[in-house]
């Protein structure tokens, strides 16, 4: 059996321009620069426990224990105005950990789809596992002194490059089979950031899509609707494009964005 478990950790502040960029005239509005904090919206952060064939894969980590008492200090100024974070001791991957009986050891691997603040943050918590992966592409750029990433959040922490292969089936022509059974494959989609991915996940015929940030809703992806935060606007839209035909696909059980309001905590079972 491959199941898919949906944590929240919480949520976000954000400006509306986060999840829609055409819903502000300007390219910098997600950021929340003049814009009156009581217009924030809130956003679910999700992270994802995948269990297949034994192993354990936790998909980004949202945010971190030290979040629930003193967010400004955990995340930094800048990335706390842009992404105030929101949530209680119940809401921390370590307590949904916790209710599972699952100690971050037994974690085979942490995935991060990418290392924006909210997906990071809690990746002190999930420090003992086997594992921790992101693509080299956005290694490289988080460690560049890029102002959109904290590098304070992982100092420490040994960070593995996927070894990514070409595959000439995946949307930008690189993949990573994590096991090399096809039953966690990670995909390249740069767009939201340098080297974004998203993780497929397949039990049987059915597979689902943990699309990181690539979209925050499926408005985000039948629409093909920019989010404001996009490092590469044509790396952007097609990301989008190929969630969209992921959708699409016939055994398809759904695409999980860390985002989307419409994607309740709780267990999905794949096959």
Known sequence: ???????????????????????????????????????????????????????KILVDTGWGKKCVRHPLAAVGFGMWFASEPVLTEDETLERWLSRLGISPRELDAVILTHMDVDHVSGLRDAADARHIYASSEELAQANSGDLRYNRRLWRGIDIEALPMADDPAAPFGRSCDLYGDGS???????????????????????????????????????????????????????????????????????VFAAHDPAIEPGVWDIG
């Open 184 to 254: 966690v494959v990670i995909m390249l989609t740069p767009g939201h950031s340098a080297g974004s991915s998203a993780v497929v996940v397949r039990g049987g015929e059915k597979f689902a899509v943990l699309a990181g940030d690539d979209g925050y809703s499926s408005a985000s992806w039948d629409s093909v609707r920019l989010p404001g935060i996009v490092y590469d606007r044509d790396g952007m839209l097609r990301s989008l494009q190929w969630v969209r035909d992921m959708r699409a696909g016939k055994n398809c059980l759904g």
């Open 1 to 55: 059996m491959t199941r898919i478990h949906v944590f929240r950790t919480g949520s976000t502040l954000v400006s509306p321009a986060v999840p829609d960029r055409a819903s502000r005239r300007t390219g910098l509005a997600f950021t929340g620069l003049f814009q009156k904090r009581s217009g924030r919206i809130s956003v679910p952060v999700k992270c994802f426990l995948v269990e297949s064939g034994g192993r």
